[in-house]
């Protein structure tokens, strides 16, 4: 019994990633002195709360089946709108900044899952071109004019620690709140995923879509739900990424969506759908901010950051594929048992 429960646990996706995360650790911290320290472990938990949330979202999609690339759109609008209603009428409550975003991003995400359906257009294709819809639309109307002046509030609340340590040389470093609202995000979609029936559907459809319609799942609820929730983390993520920078920048987002597809294909989420967990995409999401952190403290060149995190998607992609024929090849075996 101890035997299967540990072959389990080696096979695992989150295993082989946590062991790559404790080595990655170890070599850091022989070559860089600054990596190994509280001050950068809570940067790194908060300057990547925001594409950790993505990521939760493109899971979700990823296990469906499909893929979304258009998040990044769908975030910064959500959010220029947010800084253009929140500037333009004053509005000094982080609540309503908080709030404001969601529902614009949870709208666009239900827009693509109604176009993907009704068109039965590849989702790639769909969401590339949304996202040239959406990112086009905003620069033309706003004029890519940056948001400067927001309230104080806005501020305040990018400040908040919600633990607070002291290290050795007496500087107090602490967790902050955004990196609360990636574990809450983390902690909805693990529900979701293991509780809800809609979690469980999710995974039907990105297994068999053949057998879950045959099964008499409403196919486009299913999707609705999926692409909509992409959107409403994607809305979350324009609020903590407006946090992170206090400015609102049309274009500071687009072109990062290949960290967040990195992340949660290294985190075990199969690109034909069907497989993927929170825990292991939040590895995911670990690993390529350490390794991001590693290369800047350094000092490699940035050009090259984009090299390795590509080189971290193929490969990732490749061991998701490896890992699929293999447990196609058990089930074959069991069968014939």
Same mark, same amino acid.
């Given at each position: 019994?101890q035997?299967?429960?540990?072959?389990r646990?080696?096979r695992r996706?989150e295993?082989?990633?946590?062991?790559?995360?404790v080595?990655?650790?170890l070599l850091?911290?022989?070559?860089?002195?600054?990596?190994?320290?509280?001050?950068?472990?809570?940067?790194?938990?908060?300057?990547?709360?925001?594409l950790?949330?993505?990521?939760?979202?493109e899971l979700?999609?990823?296990?469906?089946?499909?893929?979304?690339?258009?998040?990044?759109?769908v975030?910064?609008?959500?959010q220029?709108?947010?800084?253009?209603?929140i500037?333009?009428?004053?509005?000094?409550s982080?609540?309503?900044?908080f709030?404001?975003?969601?529902p614009?991003?949870?709208?666009?995400?239900a827009?693509?899952?109604?176009l993907?359906?009704?068109t039965?257009?590849h989702?790639v294709?769909?969401?590339?071109?949304?996202?040239?819809?959406?990112?086009?639309?905003?620069?033309?109307?706003?004029?890519?004019?940056?948001?400067y002046?927001?309230?104080a509030?806005?501020?305040?609340f990018?400040?908040?620690?919600?633990?607070?340590?002291?290290?050795?040389?007496?500087?107090?470093?602490?967790l902050?709140?955004l990196t609360?609202?990636w574990i809450l995000?983390?902690?909805l979609?693990?529900?979701i995923l293991?509780y809800?029936?809609?979690?469980?559907?999710?995974?039907?459809?990105?297994?068999?879509?053949?057998a879950?319609r045959?099964a008499?799942?409403?196919?486009?609820?299913?999707?609705?739900?999926?692409y *909509?929730?992409? $959107?409403?983390l994607?809305?979350l %993520? +324009?609020? #903590?990424q @407006?946090? !992170? &920078?206090?400015? /609102?920048?049309? =274009?500071?987002?687009?072109?990062r969506?290949?960290?967040v597809?990195?992340?949660?294909?290294?985190g075990?989420? *199969?690109?034909? $759908?069907?497989?993927?967990?929170? %825990? +292991?995409? #939040?590895? @995911?999401? !670990? &690993?390529?901010? /350490?390794?991001? =952190?590693?290369?800047?403290?350094?000092?490699?060149s940035s050009y090259w950051h984009e090299?390795?995190?590509g080189?971290?998607?193929a490969?990732a992609?490749?061991?998701? %594929?490896?890992?699929?024929?293999?447990r196609?090849?058990?089930?074959?075996?069991?069968?014939?048992?």
């Open positions: 019994m035997a299967v429960l540990r072959e646990i080696v996706t295993s082989y990633l946590l062991g790559v995360l080595l990655l650790s850091l911290s022989a070559l860089s002195p600054a990596f190994l320290t509280l001050e950068n472990a809570f940067d790194i938990l908060r300057n990547y709360a925001f950790g949330i993505l990521a939760l979202g979700v999609v990823l296990i469906s089946g499909g893929i979304d690339v258009s998040f990044m759109a975030a910064t609008v959500a220029y709108v947010m800084a253009v209603v500037t333009r009428y004053a509005i000094d982080v609540l309503v900044a709030l404001l975003p969601l614009v991003g949870t709208a666009l995400g827009l693509n899952a109604v993907i359906h009704y039965q257009v989702p294709i769909i969401t590339i071109a949304t996202l040239s819809v959406y990112y086009g639309i905003l620069v033309f109307v706003t004029g890519g004019t940056w948001i002046n927001l309230p509030s806005f501020f305040e990018s400040q908040l620690k919600v633990v607070r340590v002291v290290d050795d040389a007496g500087i107090a470093h602490g902050s709140v609360v609202l995000a983390i902690a979609t693990w529900f293991n809800l029936p809609i979690g469980r559907k999710v995974y039907a459809l990105g297994g068999n879509p053949e879950a045959r008499g799942f409403n196919i486009f609820s299913i999707r609705l739900f999926v *909509s929730y992409m $959107g409403f994607a809305g %993520a +324009g609020f #903590v @407006g946090q !992170l &920078t206090q400015l /609102i920048q049309p =274009n500071s987002m687009v072109g969506e290949l960290d597809l990195a992340a949660a294909v290294l075990g989420a *199969s690109v034909f $759908g069907g497989v993927g967990t929170a %825990a +292991g995409t #939040v590895l @995911g999401v !670990l &690993t390529v901010a /350490i390794v991001r =952190n590693g290369l800047i403290l350094l000092k490699i090299v390795v995190i080189m971290i998607l490969f992609a490749g061991v998701t %594929a490896y890992q699929g024929k293999q196609s090849r058990r089930m074959v075996r069991i069968d014939v048992r």
